[in-house]
């Protein structure tokens, strides 16, 4: 048995991290005025902001074409891998999860072990990175690696912060009822996954007062465990970003924490500007 490790870009992985444990990606589309582009390979996230602030219409995005994930793993045979663990965002929010799942029944002489993350960003790659290191440690086994997988779910979580909810009502990752609420008054809407969909969580009146609300229930989640992973995760705000992260180490001067971004798909829902932080208490090595 030779298993690879397989996510899609919206992981938005450090390429040293892919590098190091030769994690496989297969990117997610975004399509401008009928123009696709693969995210970060043929659009890059700092041109992919600088497009949507001229642009009149929001873009679209899809999820890999089936051709190319078919290649993909014929390209995998190729190379003595005999099984695939394919850790890809919310199946709530995206249809790759699905393809895998497709995919699977495409391609002879590999098997294919679609994951669903049911979130997505750097903290779907926390899954693909934990997925990783268990096959270099020696792990041979699918199904125990699954399994650790599933119960990292417990304690891992993510919470982000939005301008509006426009961006992801015109992209139908939110109903209109909840959008409205979360645009009345003009709050800051914060939200995070629940059964695979993104939903409110609460709302406050400013940036600052809803970083604070955040982090006071973080401290709540990881209350009582000794290994913590965070991540802050930003939409074109990296100063923002590196003053939470500041922030976020003294207030957890026990954690690894890094820093990552919202790139081109995740961002055409979530809109410019956009902050997350995301959290494992499960053992993870972010050293890179």
């Known amino acids: 048995m030779k298993i690879a490790v397989l996510t899609d870009s919206t992981a ?8 190091k444990y030769q994690i496989k990606t297969v990117a997610l589309n975004v399509i401008f005025n009928d123009e696709t582009y693969k995210e970060l390979s043929e659009l890059k996230t700092d041109d992919f902001y600088k497009r949507m602030r001229n642009e009149t219409q929001l873009p679209t995005t899809s999820q890999p074409a089936m051709g190319e994930y078919v290649e993909l793993l014929e390209s995998l045979k190729e190379d ?3 099984d695939v663990i394919a850790v890809h965002l919310s199946s709530g929010i995206s249809g790759t999860f699905q393809s895998a799942v497709t995919a699977n029944a495409m391609v002879d002489g590999i098997q294919v072990h679609p994951f669903d993350s049911e979130i997505s960003c750097a903290v779907q790659g926390f899954y693909a990175l934990k997925a990783a290191q268990l096959v270099e440690q020696g ?18 979580n993510a919470y982000f912060i939005v301008d509006d909810l426009n961006n992801l009502k015109k992209g139908g990752r939110l109903n ?17 996954f629940e059964d695979t969909k993104i939903v409110p969580y609460d709302k ?18 990881v209350e009582g465990y000794k290994n913590l992973s965070i991540v802050i995760i930003h939409a074109n705000d990296k100063e923002s970003a590196v003053s939470w992260k500041a ?13 990552s971004y919202f790139g081109p798909v995740i961002g055409t829902h979530l809109g410019e500007g956009a902050l997350g932080l995301g959290f494992t208490t499960t053992e993870l090595d972010l050293s890179i």
């Open 80 to 82: 003595g891998y005999t």
């Open 176 to 192: 209109s009822a909840q959008a409205f609420v979360g645009t009345m008054l003009q709050v800051k809407p914060l939200l995070h």
């Open 139 to 156: 792990m041979t086994v699918v199904d125990n690696i699954l399994e650790q997988l599933e119960s990292m779910k417990e304690t891992t």
């Open 12 to 19: 938005y992985l450090d390429q040293a991290y892919l590098d």
């Open 204 to 221: 406050v009146r400013t940036k600052k007062r809803a970083i604070k609300r955040i982090e006071e229930q973080i401290a709540t989640e």
């Open 247 to 259: 922030q976020i180490e003294e207030k957890f001067p026990e954690a690894n924490v890094i820093l």
